[in-house]
């Protein structure tokens, strides 16, 4: 394990913003994980682990030490009808997807180009043209940090819903996760259910000409954190009954809306914001992306402030113009622990 000299977080975040740690250490293995949150020196301070910051926003400077998982390694293995994927928590995802795909075990294309590590993937359940990892992923293995036990979360309980898992519940800041298994029928079946993957004949396409038809839309639709800094969609798609939807399709006919599994109707929050005409909207370095509005970035050296300034006033002028009240996909960290908008706002 190795203890950076410097504490800047900017290069560790895909925000990019200016903000310091205490400590910045990278672990190589579930035990490295362990025995820092079983040294001495470190037990009294907060402690987070992050992959490549890509889901994150630091509202402050961070009051503890910041853990760098680079657990690496992958082990395939194959039956009559899948391959078997077990991948170290530090991977990264794309770079898995890539090698996947060119070497002929499809199955991960449509969630090409999603930034992070595979150890983070489980966490909010990635997904993208109509994957989720839940579709892909077999066990997710835990090690609990005050203890050092190892355990392994088989799939079915990891509580898998929209952008969300166990590791957000019951096992977040217990457990970290050093390695995911995922399970690639031999059999596949391409995705081309969404938008303009749609174009393809499912009895001829390839996975990677999915592959690449998604990295060109991303490449197209989203600005790369490389070049300008962001953490993807900014807001997750709310979710509305059956007569809330009603009521706003009376009003917006043309609002596009996705029926769930149990009645329930997701709204595209890009599109209720770009109703609000917040495209390009500024708060100091902090913006709207002109482009596509769910996606805030660091446009001009932005502080924390700025986006959360920025983020509030998204919420509450989305709010005041179609009652719907929009949450942020993004986590918060405040100086000791995670916190939400409405909290650091109020
Ligand atoms: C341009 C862009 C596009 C994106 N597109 C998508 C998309 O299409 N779909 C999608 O779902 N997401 C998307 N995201 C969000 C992001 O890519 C995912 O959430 C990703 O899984 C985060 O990985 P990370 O390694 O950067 O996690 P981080 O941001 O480093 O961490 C996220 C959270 O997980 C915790 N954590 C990280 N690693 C571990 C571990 N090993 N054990 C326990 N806890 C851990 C951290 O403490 C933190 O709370 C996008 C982001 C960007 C910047």
Redesign the pocket.
């Known amino acids: 394990m190795k203890v950076l000299q410097e504490r800047s977080l900017a290069p ?4 990019g913003i200016e903000v310091t740690a205490e400590r910045i250490i990278v672990v190589e293995s579930a035990q490295d ?1 362990v025995a820092i949150w079983q040294d001495e020196q470190y037990r009294a301070l907060p402690k ?9 926003l630091f509202c402050e400077n961070y009051a503890g030490v910041i853990v760098l ?1 680079r ?1 690496t390694g992958i082990d395939i293995t194959e039956t009559a009808d899948e391959y078997l994927l077990h991948v170290g ?2 991977e990264d ?1 794309h770079q898995l997807v890539l090698s996947s795909v060119e070497n002929n075990m499809p199955g991960l294309e449509n ?1 090409a ?9 489980p ?7 109509g994957v ?2 839940k579709d892909v992923c077999q066990y997710v293995d ?1 090690v609990e940090l005050n203890t050092g036990k190892p355990s392994r979360i088989l799939a079915s309980d990891c509580q898998f819903g929209y ?1 969300d898992s166990i ?2 519940h019951a ?3 217990t ?4 390695a995911v298994g995922l399970k690639l029928p031999k059999a596949w079946r391409p995705n081309i259910s969404y938008g303009l993957l749609a174009q393809f004949a499912s009895e001829t396409v390839t996975a990677k000409e999915i592959f690449d038809e998604v990295c060109r839309i ?1 490449q197209q639709k ?4 490389a070049v300008l800094g ?4 900014f807001f997750k798609n709310p979710v509305v009954d059956k007569t809330k939807r009603e009521q706003l399709m009376a009003v917006y006919p043309s609002m596009p809306s996705y029926e769930m599994a149990d009645g329930s109707f997701k709204l595209a929050a890009g599109w209720l914001i770009d109703q609000c005409g917040l495209k390009g909207y500024q708060v100091g370095g902090a913006k709207v992306h002109e482009q596509q509005a769910l ?1 805030l970035v660091n446009h001009a050296q932005a502080i924390a402030r700025d986006v959360l300034v920025l983020a509030r006033d998204v919420v509450f002028t989305v709010e005041e113009k179609f009652a719907v009240t929009l949450e942020h ?3 918060f ?1 405040a100086a000791e622990k ?1 916190t939400k908008l409405a909290e650091v706002m109020s």
């Open positions: 560790f975040h895909t925000f994980l987070l682990i992050v992959g490549q910051g890509s889901n994150l998982n657990i928590a530090g995802w969630l180009l999603i930034p992070g590590c595979v150890g983070s993937s966490i909010q359940n990635i997904g993208a043209y989720e990892l835990a952008r590791f957000k096992l977040k800041n457990h970290a996760i050093v991303r989203l600005p790369d954190p962001n953490a993807g969609s996606v996909e993004v986590r960290m995670e």
